[in-house]
């Protein structure tokens, strides 16, 4: 059965003060490794896929890097904007893509 | 482009009443999911649909019942509501096709039954 933890639950951070999230996984095979942002009251938002170990994506002060037991979300920098729950979902070969299996997420605070 | 939008933004119920949370979207996207979050829980499947006409469960969908009847829509019917249907649902969509694909989510509604 394919799994997702993320950790820490919730980290606080100062503005400007760079830190990582982590999300480790146990799958079958990988097919994908999805990031998405989520902020109170609304709906996760899409930030990267990831596909094989090795690979990285960066989107402004977030970078995803991938191996074959975890994913790292590295924030450089941070501002309060920043500050949402960040959620990883694993896609692996056993099914379709219904087969998507969630992290609980990190919740991240940025203080000015 | 809206992408996806779901209604209402929130509703409270009695238990026991039926509901119907709508989902809609333009992307023409021939995938589309319910999900329902809740606290400590994570997000958990409750229906999914790969293409219109066909409908399949996912991990939670007892009490539940969904329809494909074209690309766009996405009704969720919940028969009989009960307390413990209370919480946040978010309908998603994706294209599928390649090895793996994308999901994309609406902005959420808001259930409580009492």
């Known amino acids: 059965e394919d799994q997702v933890t993320q950790s820490p639950e919730a980290l606080r951070l100062q503005e400007g003060e760079s830190s990582s999230l982590n999300c480790s996984y146990t799958?079958?095979?990988?097919?994908?490794l999805f990031w998405y942002r989520q902020d109170p009251g609304k709906g996760p938002e899409f930030l990267f896929t990831?596909?094989?170990a090795g690979e990285e994506k960066e989107k402004e002060r977030l970078k995803a890097t991938l191996t074959k037991k975890e994913s790292f979300l590295h924030i450089t920098a941070p501002k309060p904007e920043d500050s949402a729950t960040y959620l990883c979902?694993?896609?692996?070969?056993?099914?379709?893509?219904?087969?998507?299996?969630f992290g609980k997420g990190t919740k991240l605070t940025v203080n000015p | 482009i809206a992408g996806i939008t779901q209604a209402p933004t929130s509703q409270i119920l009695a238990a026991g009443r039926r509901m119907t949370l709508r989902c809609t979207q333009d992307?023409?996207?021939?995938?589309m999911y319910w999900y329902r979050q809740d606290l400590g829980l994570g997000l958990r499947l409750i229906h999914y649909?790969?293409?219109?006409?066909?409908?399949g469960k996912g991990e939670v969908p007892d009490g539940y019942s969904v329809s494909r009847a074209n690309t766009d829509d996405f009704p969720l019917t919940l028969a009989s509501a009960v307390p413990s249907q209370t919480s946040v649902y978010f309908c998603?969509?994706?294209?599928?096709?390649?090895?793996?694909?994308?999901?994309?989510f609406g902005p959420g509604t808001r259930l409580t039954v009492l």
């Open positions: 998603a969509s994706s294209q599928r096709g390649g090895n793996t694909d994308t999901q994309y």
């Open positions: 799958v079958s095979g990988l097919r994908g």
């Open positions: 990831l596909y094989s």
């Open positions: 979902a694993v896609h692996g070969t056993q099914g379709g893509s219904e087969k998507l299996v």
């Open positions: 992307m023409r996207h021939n995938a």
């Open positions: 649909s790969n293409t219109a006409g066909t409908t």
